[in-house]
């Protein structure tokens, strides 16, 4: 894969240098240089003008689904957003903007709080489905499971941000999500049934041999499992 589309990860995150770090109530919102002078336009829940990072950072706390921020330096203007970004292809050259990601909230490292879902997350990379479950159990976690309509529009939004970097595949861009045919039931990993889905156009289907599922386009689909896909770990809170 190219140097222009990898993601960085640091147990599951993103690993880039930490230039600042800015704090309000207790919680921290760390500024990522692998995202300077980048806009993004993608998913803004809020925009307006601050004085500084510090300023821009209590609006995101005050706001009870804002997981990350920017702040340009140069038009004191300040951007709410309810996801995180994974890649600099997900926005354009700006100069004097700076992102800026939430931690120290209610999760441990390397997870972030996923706010009024009640649940932590944390990207872990591009993986096959055993490689996925190994990864995730690694850091005490499930790749991500959906139980609600918020829920997945949550990971829509988080996989929103891979779209314009050019994979190998789109199975680059559909995640594998929790869900398991045992031939009765669609069941979680901890063996209780499903208690929300959200099928695609013709699906589930050809159970025989597709017994797992991932997210496309919002929808939910079978699959095999052998094919790399994004993987988010994730437990609740």
């Avoid at 995202?35 to 809020?46: H, N, P």
């Avoid at 891979?162 to 999500?177: A, E, G, H, K, V």
Wanted: proline content about 3%; charged content about 20%.
């Amino acid at each position: 894969m190219s140097s222009r589309v990898r993601v960085w990860l640091w147990l599951g995150l993103m690993t880039v240098q930490t230039l600042q770090t800015v704090a309000y109530l207790g919680s921290s919102f760390k500024f990522f240089s692998e995202m300077k002078d980048i806009r993004f336009d993608l998913e803004i829940i809020f925009s307006l003008s601050t004085w500084s990072p510090l300023d821009c950072s209590r609006k995101c706390e005050t706001n009870g689904t804002c997981l990350s921020f920017q702040y340009s330096s140069l038009s004191g203007q300040c951007r709410l957003f309810n996801t995180i970004f994974l890649h600099q292809d997900a926005g354009v050259y700006d100069i004097g903007w700076q992102y800026y990601i939430a931690s120290n909230r209610r999760c441990r490292k390397p997870f972030i709080d996923g706010r009024d879902l009640d649940i932590c997350f944390t990207f872990a990379g591009f993986h096959n489905l055993t490689e996925a479950k190994a990864k995730c159990a690694t850091i005490q976690s499930s790749f991500i499971s959906i139980t609600s309509a918020k829920e997945n529009e949550f990971l829509t939004r988080l996989v929103g941000t891979l779209l314009n970097i050019p994979f190998p595949d789109t199975s680059y861009t559909r995640p594998f999500i929790q869900g398991f045919w045992d031939g009765t039931d669609w069941i979680l990993d901890n063996g209780t049934p499903l208690v929300y889905t959200n099928w695609g156009v013709n699906q589930p289907k050809k159970l025989h041999m597709k017994k797992y599922l991932k997210l496309q386009d919002g929808k939910w689909h079978t699959i095999i499992g052998s094919k790399v896909r994004p993987v988010f770990c994730s437990y609740v809170q």
